[in-house]
């Protein structure tokens, strides 16, 4: 007897043995029924030609598929360690989940990190602390040309769009929001009904022009301006490429369209909704910085920027080309690493392509100062921030403020099923699905959210203070160590910063070579 066919045999004969019992004893129809199910399935798993395991195995060969389907929840909760990070560790977690339920913090018998290992990093604290009056740090945005500048919290909402994540969740944050006075951006995915609950909104417009296209799919100033002069609107976001997947449309399948989805998007009802991979409103530097100005004028002088993972350096490069040559800079820039992650992509795209926020904060942040327009504009930056460490480390290497998406879903209690592109979210964030929703209180969790926001910002002021300084412009790549190899090393060794001008001067021979030769080959009149 071969393995083949030794479980279907088993179900027949106890089939059998189950029919001889309920023949004599009147009993045992229950286990007559299950045997007779088993038989069945044996038949079919013998008879179907797709899997070669359940030909051969038949009937017990689908515990491999039960164990696949339940081995993420299998090493969530019984294999991973504490600190092991996939791609959020468990303790990364629970900070979050603690925060939000202002729950304790605090962490006893030390730490759990490994000291020794390449890349730990800490903070510098000082023999003289220092005390400050507030933790609500905020920052001015706005260049310039921007008449209405906005007053941002420094810890803010990332890109979440309507249809990526719930109706509930959208309310949730915007709640939160309003409640904590930081904002929620958009994502591309427009403006809902559930954004408008009082948050401050960065209206992001992706290649899909969702909110502001004309029936063709191309951008509308008339709808653009019916939109972005709203009050809760405080600033227009312009996504060139996310984290996720730069360089890489995106489509939201027709059964996922729903009538609110379609209304928020201005497209039609359960029809495919597909976000091309580049614009259509601009196709070189000097047209993007035209177009940044005109939705400036269009919004009644609101603060307007760009957000992008940076790819070619040169295309990059060609960007600051263009500010100086038209004279037109956006009044912020938001660098999304590659780290970001909320949105499904292909796994090449989330493993192999895109920087990663701490490479390309260094890179953008020296090359507006190696152009002197650093001070016209401002940096945000988001990509695996959940702590008030994560906020330091970015600030020192030049970002003047930091978003975060999946901190602010585990304030919503996002476990990391991992099931954000199935519309089956167990806790009811990343899917559609009415029933899933139902167990997301609104009123809890903006409470979550707003408490999250606070108490992150609470451990950013107690570190600030731990070294000494008086607000965050203080924070430099000088107070923060890594250990490399046998030696440590301080930001600013391993990132150094350019001499004010030194692009405009020529003065770049201590820059590495891939520098010089893309700022040579970056063209102001094309993304080459």
Same mark, same amino acid.
């Given at each position: 007897?071969?393995?083949?066919?030794?479980?279907?045999?088993?179900?027949?004969?106890?089939?059998?043995?189950?029919?001889?019992?309920?023949?004599? *004893?009147?009993?045992?129809?229950?286990?007559?029924?299950?045997?007779?199910?088993?038989?069945?399935?044996?038949?079919?798993?013998? *008879?179907?030609?797709?899997?070669?395991?359940?030909?051969?195995?038949?009937?017990?060969?689908?515990?491999?598929?039960?164990?696949?389907?339940?081995?993420?929840?299998?090493? !969530?909760?019984?294999?991973? #360690?504490?600190?092991? #990070?996939?791609?959020?560790?468990?303790?990364?977690?629970?900070?979050?989940?603690?925060?939000?339920?202002?729950?304790?913090?605090?962490? =006893?018998?030390?730490?759990?990190?490994?000291?020794?290992?390449?890349?730990?990093?800490?903070? *510098?604290?000082?023999?003289?602390?220092?005390?400050?009056?507030?933790?609500?740090?905020?920052?001015?945005?706005?260049? =310039?040309?921007?008449?209405?500048?906005?007053?941002?919290?420094?810890?803010?909402?990332?890109?979440?769009?309507?249809?990526?994540?719930?109706?509930?969740?959208?309310?949730?944050?915007?709640?939160?929001?309003?409640?904590?006075?930081?904002?929620?951006?958009?994502?591309?995915?427009?403006? #809902?009904?559930?954004?408008?609950?009082?948050?401050?909104?960065?209206?992001?417009?992706?290649?899909?022009?969702?909110?502001?296209?004309?029936?063709?799919?191309?951008?509308?100033?008339?709808?653009?301006?019916?939109?972005?002069?709203?009050?809760?609107?405080?600033?227009?976001?312009?996504?060139?490429?996310?984290?996720?997947?730069?360089?890489?449309?995106?489509?939201?399948?027709?059964?996922?369209?729903?009538?609110?989805?379609?209304?928020?998007?201005?497209?039609?009802?359960?029809?495919?909704?597909?976000?091309?991979?580049?614009?259509?409103?601009?196709?070189? =530097?000097?047209?993007?910085?035209?177009?940044?100005?005109?939705?400036?004028?269009?919004?009644?002088?609101?603060?307007?920027?760009?957000?992008?993972?940076?790819?070619?350096?040169?295309?990059?490069?060609?960007?600051?080309?263009?500010?100086?040559?038209?004279?037109?800079? =956006?009044?912020?820039?938001?660098?999304?690493?590659?780290?970001?992650?909320?949105?499904?992509?292909?796994?090449?795209?989330?493993?192999?392509?895109?920087?990663?926020?701490?490479?390309?904060?260094?890179?953008?942040?020296?090359?507006?100062?190696?152009?002197?327009?650093?001070?016209?504009?401002?940096?945000?930056?988001?990509?695996?921030?959940?702590?008030?460490?994560?906020?330091?480390?970015?600030?020192?290497?030049?970002?003047?403020?930091?978003?975060?998406?999946?901190?602010?879903?585990?304030?919503?209690?996002?476990? !990391?099923?991992?099931?954000?592109?199935?519309?089956?979210?167990?806790?009811?964030?990343?899917?559609?699905?009415?029933?899933? !929703?139902?167990?997301?209180?609104?009123?809890?969790?903006?409470?979550?959210?707003?408490?999250?926001? !606070?108490?992150?910002?609470?451990?950013?002021?107690?570190?600030?203070?731990?070294?000494?300084? *008086?607000?965050?412009?203080?924070?430099?790549?000088?107070?923060?160590?890594?250990?490399?190899?046998?030696?440590?090393?301080?930001?600013?060794?391993?990132?150094?910063?350019?001499?004010?001008?030194?692009?405009?001067?020529?003065?770049?021979?201590?820059?590495?070579?891939?520098?010089?030769?893309?700022?040579?080959?970056?063209?102001?009149?094309?993304?080459?």
């Amino acid at each position: 007897m071969n393995q083949r066919n030794m479980a279907l045999y088993l179900a027949v004969f106890f089939m059998g043995l189950s029919l001889i019992n309920l023949a004599v *004893t009147g009993s045992g129809l229950f286990t007559l029924i299950l045997f007779l199910g088993l038989s069945f399935v044996g038949f079919y798993d013998i *008879t179907q030609e797709k899997k070669a395991i359940l030909k051969n195995y038949p009937i017990i060969g689908h515990l491999r598929y039960l164990f696949e389907y339940i081995r993420p929840e299998i090493r !969530q909760y019984f294999i991973e #360690s504490n600190t092991e #990070s996939t791609p959020f560790s468990r303790n990364q977690r629970s900070l979050v989940y603690q925060r939000s339920k202002e729950q304790i913090d605090k962490v =006893p018998f030390g730490s759990q990190l490994d000291f020794k290992k390449d890349g730990y990093a800490w903070l *510098t604290h000082s023999l003289k602390p220092s005390s400050l009056s507030t933790h609500d740090f905020r920052i001015s945005i706005g260049g =310039p040309a921007c008449q209405n500048p906005y007053h941002a919290s420094v810890f803010n909402i990332s890109a979440l769009s309507f249809g990526a994540i719930s109706s509930k969740a959208i309310e949730s944050l915007n709640r939160g929001a309003a409640k904590g006075h930081f904002y929620q951006d958009t994502g591309e995915g427009g403006i #809902s009904p559930y954004h408008l609950k009082g948050g401050d909104l960065v209206w992001e417009i992706g290649s899909g022009y969702f909110g502001c296209r004309d029936e063709s799919g191309l951008f509308s100033k008339e709808k653009f301006s019916s939109i972005a002069t709203l009050d809760e609107v405080k600033m227009v976001e312009i996504k060139l490429s996310q984290g996720a997947k730069p360089g890489h449309g995106g489509i939201l399948p027709g059964k996922k369209v729903s009538n609110e989805i379609a209304k928020a998007r201005d497209v039609k009802p359960f029809e495919d909704c597909i976000s091309p991979a580049k614009h259509q409103a601009f196709s070189n =530097p000097i047209e993007l910085l035209q177009f940044i100005q005109e939705l400036r004028d269009i919004s009644n002088g609101k603060p307007v920027g760009i957000k992008l993972c940076i790819g070619k350096i040169n295309e990059w490069f060609s960007i600051v080309k263009a500010m100086l040559k038209a004279g037109i800079t =956006p009044d912020f820039i938001v660098i999304d690493g590659a780290e970001g992650g909320t949105g499904a992509a292909p796994l090449e795209f989330i493993d192999h392509v895109g920087m990663s926020v701490r490479d390309a904060i260094h890179l953008v942040h020296n090359s507006l100062i190696g152009v002197q327009l650093r001070d016209r504009i401002k940096l945000g930056c988001a990509g695996k921030v959940i702590s008030a460490f994560d906020i330091c480390y970015m600030l020192a290497l030049g970002a003047d403020w930091c978003n975060s998406a999946r901190g602010f879903m585990f304030s919503l209690g996002c476990i !990391q099923s991992m099931s954000c592109h199935t519309d089956k979210c167990p806790t009811g964030i990343a899917t559609q699905d009415p029933l899933r !929703q139902e167990g997301l209180s609104i009123t809890d969790k903006e409470e979550r959210v707003f408490h999250y926001h !606070q108490n992150t910002l609470i451990a950013l002021k107690e570190l600030i203070e731990a070294s000494g300084l *008086t607000s965050l412009s203080e924070i430099t790549k000088d107070l923060i160590f890594e250990k490399n190899g046998d030696s440590v090393q301080s930001l600013n060794e391993k990132y150094p910063t350019l001499e004010p001008g030194s692009l405009l001067t020529g003065k770049v021979s201590s820059l590495p070579s891939w520098w010089r030769l893309n700022w040579e080959k970056a063209s102001e009149e094309q993304f080459l």
